[in-house]
């Protein structure tokens, strides 16, 4: 069965995570690709989109290698968002936000998430989920970019998120996901950072929500370089899963953010 199939089946059998809430007959699917200097990487990128998409949104941080040129250029129809803050959650924030489709697609724009995969995700919404989780490491999921020491970091983060809030991920730092958009404001997006992925985890699984895992297969960066930083993320990702096991912790810390902000 082609991709398009593929999308245009798992999008009819789609009816929304409640029965008693009215959905959509059809319900659209927003990308939305966080963008900084990937010029290169979009024309492999949106080769791998499927058709009928509703909507294609970039979120870009003021990229000075053209990128949002040649975002309009491969797809006119494509939204553009400039980045009002700084880092990976700032953008998710800010395209989550522009979304106007009821499934919400994350997806990197350096290639190593393939855009082919977006109908297992809808298909999975269709069947049930709220929220569904790519993994690298579920049956039939693999990496071609991890190495091995971020695959231990990862791990080990992993069993922490699951053994505090009896979650069962197989794959706690992995941005590929989907969701309807009624999950938003039990995300409540509030970080900068690529913690932003273990944030979104954590509080999808603390509102009771249905997660599925399906596998992904992440592949090598095309062009350029990450901002990724194992250990400085890593760092990030721990403070998070802290914080948001102590609410009056992360409401102190948020004042103290809110703080530095305002006199920086």
Known sequence: MSTTARLSEAVSLATGPRADEPQPATPRVSVVMPTLNEARNLPFVFKRLPPGLHEVVIVDGHSTDGTVE????LRPDVRVVMQRGRGKGAALRDGFAACTGEIIVMLDADGSTDAAEIP???AALANGADFVKGSRFAQGGGSSDITAFRRV???ALNAVVNSLYGTHYSDLCYGYN?????CLPYMRVDCDGFEVETLIN?????????????????????YGRSNLRAVRDGIRVLRTIALERMPSIRRAWSVVGTGRTAAS
């Not at 040649?70 to 250029?73: G, T, V």
């Not at 954590?202 to 095309?222: D, K, T």
Request: proline share 3%; hydrophobic share 40%.
């Open 178 to 182: 989907a969701f309807w958009g009624r």
């Open 153 to 155: 970091g990862n791990r």
């Open 120 to 122: 297992r995700f809808v």
């Open 70 to 73: 040649e975002a309009r250029r």
């Open 202 to 222: 954590i509080r999808i699984a603390q509102a009771g929500l249905v997660i599925h895992e399906v596998p992904s297969h992440e592949y090598y960066r095309i």
